[in-house]
């Protein structure tokens, strides 16, 4: 498998599947909003949010405030467009939104470089063992950490 970044087409599609999806259920997708998500899946790596922080006021030509943009992330992954990598305290965009609730990440302990992946098996074990504990599940991020091919040969 390989980690690579988004390419420009898969980035267009992701901001653009986000704007019809903040279009047809009525989610406001502000000027914040938007300009944080783009910030987020245009990162080839996970992105701290002192980095959109300092990102939107470049772009912005003036200081913005850290409740505005945690306000933004917290809409960003409440909605699914966002998920937060706790092991690091990053946030990475979200590829394929509303299409799940699980998934799991590949992180390089080396260079950070991330890739989001998908298991119906791993969702399945993972609700099984929730019901037969009597346990609800709202949402399942699982990090995995090791290094990426290319770390790893150096």
């Not at 019809?20 to 502000?30: D, F, Y």
């Amino acid at each position: 498998m390989s980690m690579k970044s988004k390419s420009t087409s898969e980035l267009k599609a992701s901001i653009h599947r986000v704007e019809e999806i903040c279009k047809s259920n009525k989610l406001g997708l502000t000027e914040i909003r938007k300009q944080v998500f783009e910030i987020i899946v245009k990162n080839n790596k996970p992105i701290k949010a002192y980095e959109i922080l300092d990102t939107i006021s470049n772009i912005n030509n003036k200081p913005s405030h850290p409740p505005t943009v945690y306000r933004a992330i917290d809409f960003l992954i409440e909605n699914g467009f966002v998920h937060k990598l706790n092991s690091i305290n990053s946030f990475v965009g979200c590829f394929h939104p509303k299409a799940h609730k699980e998934c799991y990440f590949l992180i390089c302990k080396k260079c950070n470089i991330y890739q989001e992946c998908c298991d119906d098996s791993l969702k399945d074990r993972i609700s099984k063992t929730a019901i037969h504990n009597n346990f609800v599940i709202s949402n399942t991020t699982l990090e995995i950490e090791g290094h990426c091919l290319d770390c790893s040969q150096k």
